[in-house]
């Protein structure tokens, strides 16, 4: 089992900047693709970024604006999200996939999902 919790969300006006982290318990997590993923009210889960091994994969909505990293000697993911809109209010979640070997941007291709971080822009 692995244990996977979020920090950093918080209240940004729009064009402001957040650090998403989420931090993995386990000794196999430099194996696993980490995703993040975010949950509107009303909406459904949707895929935000990806990073398999050094590779790094983003929806078309985030893309130039968002960047995901890992540093594997602390467990760690994180979201930098620049340039922020409204439309990026939600709970954003971070996920992991033990196969490690696959572009997984669906939700039912991850193992393990924290409990989620709220992010709310204002406009």
């Known amino acids: 089992q692995v244990q996977l919790v979020e920090s950093g969300g918080g209240l940004v006006q729009a064009g402001g900047s957040l650090r998403l982290s989420c931090a993995a318990e386990g000794r196999t997590f430099s194996r696993y693709t980490m995703g993040w993923f975010r949950q509107a009210p009303g909406k459904d889960r949707e895929f935000v970024a990806l990073?398999?091994?050094?590779?790094?994969y983003y929806a078309d909505s985030v893309k130039g604006r968002f960047t995901i990293s890992r540093d594997n000697a602390k467990n760690t993911v994180y979201l930098q999200m620049n340039s922020l809109k409204p439309e990026d209010t939600a709970v954003y979640y971070c996920?992991?996939?033990?196969?490690?070997?696959?572009?997984?941007?669906?939700?039912?291709?991850?193992?393990?999902w924290g409990q989620g971080t709220q992010v709310t822009v204002s406009s």
């Open positions: 996920a992991a996939d033990r196969s490690g070997l696959r572009v997984a941007t669906t939700v039912t291709e991850y193992d393990y």
């Open positions: 990073i398999l091994q050094s590779s790094t």
